[in-house]
């Protein structure tokens, strides 16, 4: 007879208790890696999804010391411009602030603000020589759209300046002491080389827990493909300064993903890049061996993935999660555990079977910071989710196929129940995350891992697991 394997999901197992010398919650220490050589704070990524993940969802994870991926289902600008948002959004220093010429009218310093979400620039020569400051106290007031930078601008004489270089104190005093908003830093022949901002400054020192680069500035991954035009994606995110690439194929145990890794390898080794997804050991080694930095594993477990009953193929998420923690832990690579998160307890069991971190994308979605606006159907608000491999997703794409007979989606678009802001959802995980560590005897994310004892439950099990023989409210 032929032996079939049983494969398992968060829902079929518990995690036996143990004995705690956790006093308090707040004790634990959900610091952990996403890549080789990247942290984070706590062990959240917003997925890669149109309906989850642009810079206003990365700002809001990095700021909560998680991350962010940004979807790659738009043209390679677009892209780009969503990456450089998120690492422009704190900074010690911006290196390259926007500037505007003197020459320019107010229309067109209009139409910069909107194009980049930004209020105040620099004004400067064609040589990058500093000519002045524009701001938004500047133009509040003035009426004709035909009036120039250089009539409303502050001009150098009257701005305090630094030289670039200037140390993170002797910045803040000079912020405090003449109470300005920016200072521009220069070189000897005044120059621009940068902007402090107080805003940003205050930020970075007040907020430890956000998820940093060595600038100051917040983290952000974003996906790329393996077809076509791929590397001239790869090389706008690498030079929009992106953290972390993020290989986003359905089956990345493929021939065509280990190619592209070794492509991009090749031309940016420092670069920190994820493979997958995979479910199995073999898929975890093959890439690794091509050079990722970290393993993403998921095959068919979304909330809106149909690849299973599509196609026959994918291994419960507990499981497949267990299989390739072993390639993981063999070479010292962290594992992403994608999709299939409905509440906290998921992800501790994640985390406990040998994942990293969780990408979350469902549940996600229904919050303010997800791309899309707030739908209102039989008096309830809602927001979209949609499979990126769905019909609507493969149709609004820039390459979409006009034979509509040729697309055999893999994925649904569905309404999520609005859910406000995503920190209330991130605090909701977190406080499990560090109910369940106190409950596992782990002051570390390694030590859930090292102390996790699984059982399998029955269906009655299960039942007892929720709330039962009440009527909800
Ligand atoms: P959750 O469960 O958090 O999962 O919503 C998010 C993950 O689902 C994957 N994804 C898809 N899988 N068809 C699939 O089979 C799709 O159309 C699709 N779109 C997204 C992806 O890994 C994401 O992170």
């Known amino acids: 007879m032929i032996n079939i394997p049983q494969a398992l999901t968060y829902d079929d197992v518990l995690l036996v208790p143990k004995k705690s010398t956790i006093s308090s919650r707040s004790q634990v220490n959900t610091t952990t890696k996403i890549s080789r050589n990247l942290g984070l ?13 642009e810079s206003q969802m990365a700002i809001a994870m990095a700021l909560s010391g998680g991350l962010g991926v940004i979807h790659r289902f738009c043209d390679v600008t677009r892209q780009a411009r969503e990456v450089a948002r ?12 926007f500037t505007v010429s003197p020459e320019e009218n107010l229309a067109a310093v209009k139409a910069k603000i909107i194009e980049h979400n930004c209020k105040s620039f620099l004004v400067s020569d064609r040589e990058n020589n500093l000519l002045g400051i524009l701001t938004n106290r500047d133009i509040k007031f003035v009426k004709d759209e035909q009036t120039l930078v250089r ?48 805003a940003d400054f205050l930020n970075h020192f007040n907020n430890n827990q956000a998820a940093k680069d060595n600038k100051g500035r917040l983290l952000v991954g ?3 493909g393996v077809r076509g035009d791929y590397m001239e994606r790869v090389d706008a995110l690498v030079k929009a300064e992106v953290d972390l690439l993020v290989l986003d194929i359905a089956h990345g145990h493929s021939e065509i993903a280990i190619k592209a890794i070794k492509e991009i390898k090749t031309k940016y080794p420092q670069m920190e890049l994820v493979g997958g997804n995979v479910a199995t050991r073999e898929g975890a080694e093959d890439l690794i061996q091509a050079g990722v930095d970290a393993i993403k594993v998921g095959i068919g477990s979304g909330s809106i993935c149909t690849t299973r009953t599509t196609t026959g193929f994918g291994v419960p998420q507990l499981t497949a999660i267990m299989n390739a923690s072993q390639s993981c832990r063999k070479h010292n690579i962290p594992l992403i555990a994608d999709s299939g998160i409905r509440k906290p307890a998921d992800i501790v069991k994640a985390l406990a079977a040998g994942a990293d971190t969780v990408m979350i994308g469902g549940q996600f979605a229904g ?9 209102t159907y039989q008096g309830r608000r809602y927001k979209i989710s ?4 769905s019909l609507t997703a493969a149709l609004s794409r820039p390459d979409a196929k006009e034979n509509l007979s040729q697309i055999t ?15 209330n959802i991130i605090d909701l995980f977190m406080g ?5 560590m106190s409950y596992g005897n782990a002051q570390t994310i390694a030590e859930l891992r090292e102390h996790a004892e699984f059982i399998q439950i029955t269906a009655a099990g299960s039942i007892e697991s929720g709330s039962h023989d009440n009527e909800l409210l």
Do not use: W
């Open 41 to 53: 704070k706590i062990p959240l990524v917003s997925a890669n999804m149109d309906t989850v993940t």
């Open 86 to 97: 998120v690492k422009r959004k704190q900074n010690i220093v911006i290196d390259h602030p």
């Open 151 to 198: 009539d409303m601008m502050t001009a150098k004489e009257k701005l305090i300046t630094a030289r670039d270089g200037i140390s993170p104190e002797a910045a803040k005093e000079l912020l405090t002491k003449h109470k300005i908003e920016k200072l521009p830093l220069v070189d000897e022949n005044f120059k621009i080389k940068g902007l402090i901002t107080a």
């Open 222 to 224: 974003a996906a790329i």
């Open 367 to 375: 919050t303010d910071e997800a791309p899309g606006p707030i739908i």
């Open 386 to 389: 949609r499979g990126m491999a």
């Open 409 to 423: 989606p893999e994925g649904i678009e569905a309404r999520v129940p609005y859910r406000g802001p995503v920190q």
């Open 432 to 436: 499990g995350l560090r109910s369940g």
